[in-house]
């Protein structure tokens, strides 16, 4: 046992160090050569690599592969000679490209089998021209209007339950998750630049999207993402600027495998509040068309969010053991059924929120519910944990008929909490309404009638402690399952369960495989720390939530050959926490229901394309959890060779609409959206006009966006997705993409 530990141990820190070295040699110029044709990628069909057939469209994928495709399963899909083959409403296809043979891109899952899901690199025109993150993977979607600022899905199965440190989970499509990181293995150097503009020099919109990855030799195999976000905004403090960088490894052998990232993000956001005066945005009429005109609530507050993660993932199995298949025909396998696992986690992220000052705007009232006047604000929030998960994994065992897969452990979250408040405070005035005791250890600083600097400290520590496992069958040809479950026993956590679970029932025809999936959730979770507890120098609260019961449901029927998905989902709250009109959560002890049916379909007419996603929701209380009866994304295009064989084209439009709502406002102190009841928002269509080309290895999107603002006299001003934030207004938009290989 202490050879096998010591043994896991020096494998970890080598590849690690792997990583830097190679990496450094990457950026000093210096060339590591190796045979090529050493390297074995895995077959589609290899029954290590187990492909789940259910992958959501609204999964949120990071950032960095939102030009490589999306995890698909390896069955046979009908040929089909454009780019609609590659991900169709069930995401189901086979690759084109000639890079399949040569790159192996896959993810690793996390929660099971911890086997590997196949990513397509996708080098063709679909959906080329929409290369925005939020767009890309929700279709319709709240948000601010500008490029890196918060958002919320608008589709409710869409929406994740509070995260831990929720002040991440608005801006969490543009940041680099270490979980969910894409890995490679290649016979050769492989780089993609991903390229868009948009808007004027002084307005301008930048996404930059970067990956390289090669092979150090057979086993190991290195990378490098940085993305880049920035956009100005035509409102007035609308900035963003976002960016992460993500170092990732993989090492895969006999008995031993190693995958590893380092990861940097960075969200800079200003923060103006949204409109101060809807009735000027709506009487606008001439030529009074500048946004940057307009009055916004506040003209200095901005927020700084930072995040930096190591993940580690290995295992090491015992030397493989021939198991006898046929003893007729003497056919053996080679298979070591037993692994050891171990997951490490560390985390840390800082949250910094600056206003300048309260009343940014002579005689306008103050755009949040404050605790004093005429204050500066500086309030700052810390969290950080070190995760260790230990497992034993017993897999399927490959090409038997009836399998099944076990895994066990225990998961130890380290956690801390942190909240610093340094305001700069001069004239100020107690709110009789606010006690000073903020009643968790702390006084608010509430000071009255003398200048003073008030530094306001809160620190919470906790280690949760839990039992995990799972059951799982992933490589049956007609039937998969997986099971997998969560008990938290010590800590802030304890008595949280976990439990979910998948059936994939397939069935086969001449034009390939068609599946039907079932599958469900229950969670049973105390608040997170954050939910009971925060203070700031704008707003806080303190409370004492019971535990959360969430069941949700859902079905899913997928036509890979029809390009047809069909699902509904069913979801039922008890003591569900929202956060109120007053931009602070709250409990309700109703049982709530929520429902969403969907139609993913895309029709192929001669050089003629149609996609459609249409989505229907109820909710059993509006005034808690407001939806949109009806959502829904729709495109048109026409495509066709400009060059025979040579040069691709793509010229179309995009629509979204909504039907009409009580969308959510937003804080800009917290980050979070909230209630609000003043402004129905949606019957709106939004609409775009495309040009894609595709040369060799290049792509190229020509786009319009916001043609709203030039129909204004014929569909009026309403081009508003979340309260008191109206979307940019009309601009032209440019996106390349290149990919370099040998």
């Given at each position: ?643 025979k064989n040579v040069l691709n084209m793509q010229l179309g439009w995009n629509i979204v609409y909504t039907s009409k709502y009580y969308a959510y406002a937003y804080m800009p102190a917290t980050g979070m959206f909230h209630l609000q009841d003043e402004q129905l928002i949606g019957s709106y269509p939004f609409f775009d006009f495309f040009l894609n080309l595709q040369l060799n290895r290049a792509r190229v999107s020509i786009k319009t966006e916001g043609l709203n603002a030039v129909l204004y006299n014929t569909i009026g001003r309403n081009n508003f997705t979340a309260y008191r934030y109206p979307t940019n207004e009309f601009r032209m938009k440019f996106g390349v993409s290149w990919a370099f290989y040998n």
């Open positions: 046992m202490k050879n096998i530990f010591s043994f896991f141990i020096k494998r970890s820190f080598v590849n690690v160090f792997a990583l830097f070295v190679v990496c450094s040699g990457i950026v000093s110029g210096q060339e590591r050569r190796f045979d090529p044709s050493n390297i074995v990628l895995p077959e589609w069909n290899d029954s290590l690599l187990h492909i789940l057939p259910d992958y959501q469209t609204d999964t949120v994928l990071s950032p960095s592969l939102l030009f490589s495709g999306d995890m698909i399963p390896s069955d046979s899909i009908p040929e089909l000679p454009d780019s609609l083959r590659h991900r169709l409403v069930v995401r189901l296809a086979d690759p084109l490209d000639s890079l399949t043979n040569r790159i192996f891109a896959y993810n690793v899952l996390s929660r099971n089998s911890y086997s590997r899901m196949q990513v397509v690199i996708d080098t063709t025109l679909y959906r080329f021209d929409t290369n925005t993150p939020v767009m890309r993977n929700y279709y319709t979607v709240s948000h601010l209007g500008n490029l890196g600022l918060s958002y919320i899905p608008i589709n409710f199965n869409a929406r994740k339950r509070p995260s831990d440190y929720l002040f991440l989970d608005n801006v969490a499509i543009y940041l680099h998750d270490p979980e969910e990181t894409t890995y490679y293995q290649t016979q050769f150097p492989y780089t993609r630049i991903n390229f868009s503009s948009a808007g004027p020099k002084r307005l301008a919109e930048v996404t930059l999207n970067l990956l390289h990855t090669q092979n150090v030799n057979k086993n190991l195999n290195v990378g490098l993402y940085y993305d880049i976000y920035t956009s100005t905004g035509q409102y007035v403090n609308q900035n963003a600027s976002n960016n992460a960088i993500s170092l990732f490894s993989a090492y895969r052998g006999n008995q031993y495998e190693m995958y590893s990232n380092f990861n940097w993000n960075n969200v800079r956001m200003r923060e103006n509040g949204g409109l101060d005066d809807l009735e000027d945005f709506f009487s606008r009429t001439g030529e009074d068309t500048d946004p940057s005109n307009l009055a916004v609530r506040s003209i200095t507050g901005r927020t700084i969010m930072l995040n930096r993660s190591f993940y580690l993932l290995h295992s090491f199995s015992p030397p493989k053991i021939s198991f006898i298949r046929n003893r007729a025909e003497n056919d053996t396998i080679d298979a070591s059924r037993f692994a050891l696992v171990h997951t490490l986690k560390y985390e840390w992220n800082t949250r910094e929120y600056i206003d300048n000052a309260i009343y940014p705007l002579q005689g306008q009232e103050p755009y949040f519910w404050g605790t004093a006047e005429n204050t500066n604000t500086y309030d700052s929030l810390y969290f950080r944990r070190f995760l260790n998960r230990f497992e034993i994994l017993l897999r399927e065992q490959p090409r038997h008929r009836f399998t099944a897969g076990l895994s066990g452990g225990v998961l130890i979250e380290m956690d801390r909490y942190n909240t610093h408040i340094i305001p700069r405070i001069s004239e100020v005035n107690i709110d009789p309404h606010v006690p000073q005791n903020s009643g968790w250890g702390g006084v608010l600083p509430l000071i009255s009638g003398f200048e003073r600097t008030v530094d306001y400290r809160e620190t919470r520590e906790y280690v949760n402690t839990a039992l995990t496992g799972s059951f799982f069958n992933q490589t049956g040809r007609y039937l998969n399952w997986d099971i997998n479950g969560r008990l938290y026993f010590t800590g802030h956590k304890t008595g949280d369960v976990n439990i979910d679970g998948n059936v994939r029932i397939h069935y086969f025809t001449e034009n390939g495989r068609n599946t039907l999936l079932l599958g469900g959730s229950i969670d049973n979770v105390n608040p997170g720390y954050f939910l009971n507890n925060y203070a700031s120098n704008l707003i806080y609260w303190d409370n004492n939530f019971d535990l959360s019961q969430e069941v949700r449901l859902r079905g899913e029927f997928m036509m890979p050959a029809h390009n047809l998905k069909l699902g509904a989902y069913i979801s039922q709250l008890n003591n569900y926490i929202y956060f109120n009109k007053d931009a602070k959560p709250e409990q309700t002890s109703e049982l709530l229901m929520t429902g969403t049916a969907y139609v993913e379909k895309d029709i192929r007419l001669w050089h003629l394309g149609f996609r459609f996603r249409l989505y229907g929701q109820y909710s059993s209380n509006e005034e808690i959890i407001p939806l949109p009866a009806f959502a829904g994304y729709q495109s048109t295009y026409f495509e066709g060779w400009l060059v």
